[in-house]
């Protein structure tokens, strides 16, 4: 049977023929479907046997003599995971190709070492909480991108008009494909399909030198929209909960509220001198105050979220973007808490979440039917349509070269699909096949888009460089 490291977790005592009981210890770990009565297993997943167990098992069972948890804990997977998303990066730089963003060569190093190629790792306890770590951290980073101070007025009214055709324009391809026996989820799918990039479409611009352009800044509103709005839909529509729609509107008011609550009262503690004055002591020692804190903010949420029934993605991207609001981007700059945590976040968790998610990618069923592998081109036109086609809409303050490519870098799109799609496998929303063929679809978005796009940024700065000389000025209106 294969196993779901996610949704198999053993939340609750579990009895045994003859009154036994086996009991998690210290922690909830993954538990494997028929490994619970295996004494090795056992021992292995950090479980301990009460007594009864042994004679309801059998004579072979043997109680643990109290023996701790970590001892019977594997490493080896962890380090070929961390292994790999060393040697991505390095492979991306010294290639004699085309740079590629790593996180693509992260995935398909996964997918080489899980059990789709070579079965070198599978996913432990280890690697399933680091993983973990890595997305709430990924989210987490992706709300501190949003810079609140720079978005506004028309750029932004037109982002949320573009997101709103893009929702519109997926929910007609998820019908689409849902009435070509495609997929079965086309809600789901829809959500999938609307999200973009935000930190690799960040990234490409911080590379190209575009971020603080006409052109970057309506790329990086529009992004900002789609980020926020699709971890938004997805924890409405799908959360772990399973409540109704009705439920699930309140419990999303309670903790947005509740978020607010806790921006006001950091808002609040910041204008304290005395506070200040520590704070800032603090961050030139080993204390490190400030990542620190950050570090309960984000937890905070997260477990704020689970509590409310919501995505914990939704707790970490508000997380980070309370951070960023409450110190509009001044504490961030000022005592380099941004790069200390980019530090963390891409240097540790996030790497060991894309390569793990390549480790449970089901990639071998991409290819058991004709049908899966249309769907990737498939898929990958529709990203193209449903987030391309809206860009059109900033027209009339860019040129066309420009509408071109925030069109092609809206439709890039990977962490979100790579994290939502566990979550629509483990909700069992989406067959694995779909789940493969959408991050297939995600990973061609990434390689091919971000490089069209940027030749066409070149070509139009080229163009508005000429205009200029002759007089002419553009991206008047904003």
Not at 362 to 367: E, I, P, Y
Not at 475 to 478: D, R
């Given at each position: 049977?294969?196993?779901?490291s996610?949704?198999?977790?053993?939340?609750?005592?579990?009895?045994?023929?003859?009154?036994?009981?086996?009991?998690?210890?210290?922690?909830?770990?993954?538990?494997?479907?028929?490994?619970?009565?295996?004494?090795?297993?056992?021992?292995?997943?950090?479980?301990?046997?009460?007594?009864?167990?042994?004679?309801?098992?059998?004579?072979?069972?043997?109680?643990?003599?109290?023996?701790?948890?970590?001892?019977?804990?594997?490493f080896?997977?962890?380090?070929?995971?961390?292994?790999?998303?060393?040697?991505?990066?390095?492979?991306?730089?010294?290639?004699?190709?085309?740079?590629?963003?790593?996180?693509?060569?992260?995935?398909?190093?996964?997918?080489?070492?899980?059990?789709?190629?070579?079965?070198?790792?599978?996913?432990?306890?280890?690697?399933?909480?680091?993983?973990?770590?890595?997305?709430?951290?990924?989210?987490?980073?992706?709300?501190?991108?949003?810079?609140?101070?720079?978005?506004?007025?028309?750029?932004?009214?037109?982002?949320?008009?573009?997101?709103?055709?893009?929702?519109?324009?997926?929910?007609?391809?998820g019908g689409?494909?849902?009435?070509?026996?495609?997929?079965?989820?086309?809600?789901?799918?829809?959500?999938?399909?609307?999200?973009?990039?935000?930190?690799?479409?960040?990234?490409?611009?911080?590379?190209?030198?575009?971020?603080?352009?006409?052109?970057?800044?309506?790329?990086?509103?529009?992004?900002?929209?789609?980020?926020f709005?699709?971890?938004?839909?997805?924890?409405?529509?799908?959360?772990?909960?399973?409540?109704g729609?009705?439920?699930?509107?309140?419990?999303?008011?309670?903790?947005?509220?509740?978020?607010?609550?806790?921006?006001?009262?950091?808002s609040?503690?910041?204008?304290?001198?005395?506070?200040?004055?520590?704070?800032?002591?603090?961050?030139?020692?080993?204390?490190?105050?400030?990542?620190?804190?950050?570090?309960?903010?984000?937890?905070?949420?997260?477990?704020?979220?689970?509590?409310?029934?919501?995505?914990?993605?939704l707790?970490?991207?508000?997380?980070?973007?309370?951070?960023?609001?409450?110190?509009q981007?001044?504490?961030?700059?000022?005592?380099?808490?941004g790069?200390?945590?980019?530090?963390?976040?891409?240097?540790?968790?996030?790497?060991?979440?894309f390569?793990?998610?390549?480790?449970?990618?089901?990639?071998?069923?991409?290819?058991?039917?004709?049908?899966?592998?249309?769907?990737v081109?498939?898929?990958?036109?529709?990203?193209?349509?449903?987030?391309?086609?809206?860009?059109?809409?900033?027209?009339p303050?860019?040129?066309?070269?420009?509408?071109?490519?925030?069109?092609?870098?809206?439709?890039?799109?990977?962490?979100f699909?790579?994290?939502?799609t566990?979550i629509?496998?483990?909700?069992?929303?989406?067959?694995?096949?779909?789940?493969?063929?959408?991050?297939?679809?995600?990973?061609?978005?990434?390689?091919?888009?971000?490089?069209?796009?940027?030749?066409?940024?070149?070509?139009?700065?080229?163009?508005?460089?000429?205009?200029?000389?002759?007089?002419?000025?553009e991206?008047?209106?904003?």
């Open positions: 049977m294969r196993p779901n996610v949704s198999c977790s053993l939340r609750a005592k579990r009895p045994l023929p003859g009154g036994g009981l086996v009991v998690p210890s210290p922690a909830i770990l993954p538990c494997y479907a028929g490994w619970c009565e295996n004494p090795a297993a056992r021992r292995k997943l950090g479980f301990r046997l009460l007594p009864g167990a042994a004679r309801a098992a059998g004579p072979g069972a043997e109680p643990d003599q109290g023996r701790s948890p970590l001892t019977d804990l594997s080896t997977g962890l380090l070929i995971v961390a292994a790999a998303a060393f040697l991505a990066p390095l492979l991306v730089d010294l290639a004699p190709i085309p740079a590629v963003p790593s996180i693509v060569v992260e995935l398909l190093a996964g997918i080489l070492l899980g059990p789709s190629v070579l079965g070198l790792v599978s996913i432990d306890e280890p690697i399933q909480v680091l993983s973990q770590v890595g997305l709430v951290f990924l989210f987490f980073l992706a709300g501190l991108e949003i810079a609140f101070d720079r978005i506004g007025g028309r750029p932004l009214r037109l982002a949320a008009y573009g997101f709103a055709v893009s929702m519109a324009l997926a929910l007609i391809v689409g494909l849902e009435a070509g026996n495609l997929v079965e989820a086309p809600l789901f799918v829809a959500i999938v399909l609307a999200a973009t990039a935000f930190g690799i479409v960040v990234a490409v611009l911080k590379d190209a030198g575009q971020t603080t352009s006409a052109t970057g800044q309506l790329i990086i509103v529009g992004a900002s929209v789609a980020d709005a699709t971890v938004l839909l997805l924890s409405l529509f799908f959360s772990h909960q399973g409540s729609l009705e439920s699930t509107v309140l419990l999303l008011a309670l903790f947005a509220l509740a978020v607010a609550a806790v921006g006001i009262a950091l609040r503690a910041r204008l304290s001198p005395r506070l200040g004055e520590a704070v800032a002591r603090l961050e030139r020692t080993t204390a490190q105050i400030g990542v620190r804190g950050a570090f309960v903010l984000l937890v905070g949420f997260v477990a704020l979220a689970a509590e409310f029934g919501l995505e914990i993605v707790g970490a991207f508000l997380a980070g973007a309370i951070l960023r609001l409450v110190g981007g001044e504490l961030l700059r000022t005592s380099r808490l790069e200390r945590l980019e530090a963390v976040g891409f240097g540790v968790f996030i790497p060991i979440f390569v793990a998610s390549g480790v449970q990618l089901d990639f071998s069923s991409l290819f058991e039917s004709v049908e899966t592998i249309v769907l081109p498939a898929l990958l036109l529709a990203l193209l349509v449903v987030r391309g086609v809206p860009a059109s809409f900033y027209r303050l860019v040129g066309r070269r420009a509408v071109l490519s925030i069109g092609l870098l809206q439709a890039t799109s990977l962490p699909i790579v994290a939502a566990q629509g496998v483990e909700l069992d929303k989406i067959e694995p096949a779909t789940a493969a063929a959408l991050v297939a679809a995600g990973l061609l978005s990434v390689l091919l888009f971000p490089i069209v796009a940027l030749r066409l940024l070149g070509a139009d700065d080229a163009e508005r460089a000429g205009l200029q000389e002759a007089g002419v000025a991206g008047e209106g904003l």
